[in-house]
């Protein structure tokens, strides 16, 4: 199983930006694909972005889609979520998770990280 570790949140004013980035270890991170989902207080899990293994297919949640974008360096074993133009309803905590394939639901990723806390200020 990878082992993921998110990094890049914090406090930001809204239309601002932020880069998330999720750090995997092991050898198997090319293989896999990657998701990024968020949970805000007292909400379900929602889902934001997946990439596929090489990076050529990415899809996207429709509150995020033109303003979020995933990206993967599999060199790196890292895959990043650039957010621009935020909102305060993108205030919550996101979380990196891989999976076999490339889907929107967080039922298909087996690996998450710890998560990191985004925070957008009106």
């Known amino acids: 199983q990878v082992q993921l570790v998110e990094s890049g ?12 980035s999720c750090a995997a270890s092991g050898r198997t991170f090319s293989w896999l694909a990657m998701g990024w989902f968020r949970q805000a207080p007292g909400l379900e899990r929602e889902f934001v972005a997946t990439i596929s293994r090489g990076g050529l297919m990415t899809y996207y949640g429709d509150s995020v889609k033109r303003r979020f974008t995933i990206s993967r ?3 790196k074993n890292t895959v990043y979520l650039q957010m621009n133009s935020l909102k ?4 919550a905590v996101y979380y990196c998770a891989a999976g076999p394939r490339p889907t929107m639901s967080d039922l298909d990723f087996g690996s998450w990280g710890q998560g990191t806390q985004v925070t957008v200020s009106s």
Request: a negative charge; zero cysteines.
């Open 9 to 20: 949140g914090g406090l930001v004013q809204a239309g601002g930006s932020l880069r998330l």
């Open 73 to 75: 360096d599999n060199a």
């Open 88 to 91: 305060p309803e993108d205030t």
